[in-house]
Antibody
Framework: QVHLVESGGDVVQPGGSLRLSCTTSGFIFSDFGMDWVRQAPGKGLEWVASIWFDGSDAYYADSVMGRFTISRDNSKNILSLQMNSLRAEDTAVYHC??????????WGQGTLVIVSS | DIQMTQSPSSLSASVGDRVTITCQAS??????LNWYQHKPGTAPRLMIY???NLDTGVPSRFSASGSGTYFTFTIKSLQSEDIATYYCQHLHNENVFGQGTRLE
């Protein structure tokens, strides 16, 4: 059974940093691309970043380019999102999702990030 | 960049109603269109992939169709457990969501 569990969400001041993790199980992690998708309060789903199955390439939304870094450890089945220079508009629930043949077929429940002074 | 325009943004309906949501792409996306159900505090759930294919375990009252730039998502007879927000998504070279439709 596929499981994705996010962790690392917290309250952080503007300009601060935070690292999110997504611990996975139930599938061969190294076979799949992975995504981060967020939902700000009262807003819809917004794609944040994607990483290839082997970590060789990554893509970012314009809103986080240069501030966020997606990475993965295929030996530990963990996806990460390093978030720097955080802004109030980064406040959101962050979900990790498996990317399989043009579909995000499995998702985690999310972890809440609040950027506030 | 591809834009996905979803409507309506919210929809009030009763149990047993037929509900239809539309999603329009800013350019031809063939059938690369997915639909998700999202309830607060939970993981989004894939309902439909490649425009018209029901994911495993999705009840048959859900259906979808379309290709190119115009897509529809239908609940044939709304059940109370279907109250959620629904999103269309195009995921191919880029990952783009519609604005969502909140069922009330």
């Amino acid at each position: 059974q596929v499981h994705l569990v996010e962790s690392g969400g917290d309250v952080v001041q503007p300009g601060g940093s935070l690292r999110l993790s997504c611990t996975t199980s139930g599938f061969i992690f190294s076979d799949f691309g992975m995504d981060w998708v967020r939902q700000a309060p009262g807003k819809g789903l917004e794609w944040v970043a994607s990483i290839w199955f082997d970590g060789s390439d990554a893509y970012y939304a314009d809103s986080v380019m240069g501030r966020f870094t997606i990475s993965r450890d295929n030996s530990k089945n963990i996806l990460s999102l390093q978030m720097n220079s955080l802004r109030a508009e980064d406040t959101a629930v962050y979900h990790c999702a498996r990317n399989y043949q043009r579909v995000n077929d499995f998702w985690g429940q999310g972890t809440l990030v609040i950027v506030s002074s | 960049d591809i834009q996905m325009t979803q409507s309506p943004s919210s929809l009030s309906a009763s149990v047993g109603d037929r509900v239809t949501i539309t999603c329009q792409a800013s350019q031809d996306i063939y059938n690369f269109l997915n639909w998700y159900q999202h309830k607060p505090g939970t993981a989004p759930r894939l309902m439909i992939y490649d425009a018209s294919n029901l994911d495993t375990g999705v009840p048959s009252r859900f259906s979808a169709s379309g290709s190119g730039t115009y897509f529809t998502f239908t609940i044939k007879s709304l059940q109370s457990e279907d109250i959620a927000t629904y999103y269309c998504q195009h995921l191919h070279n880029e990952n783009v969501f519609g604005q969502g439709t909140r069922l009330e």
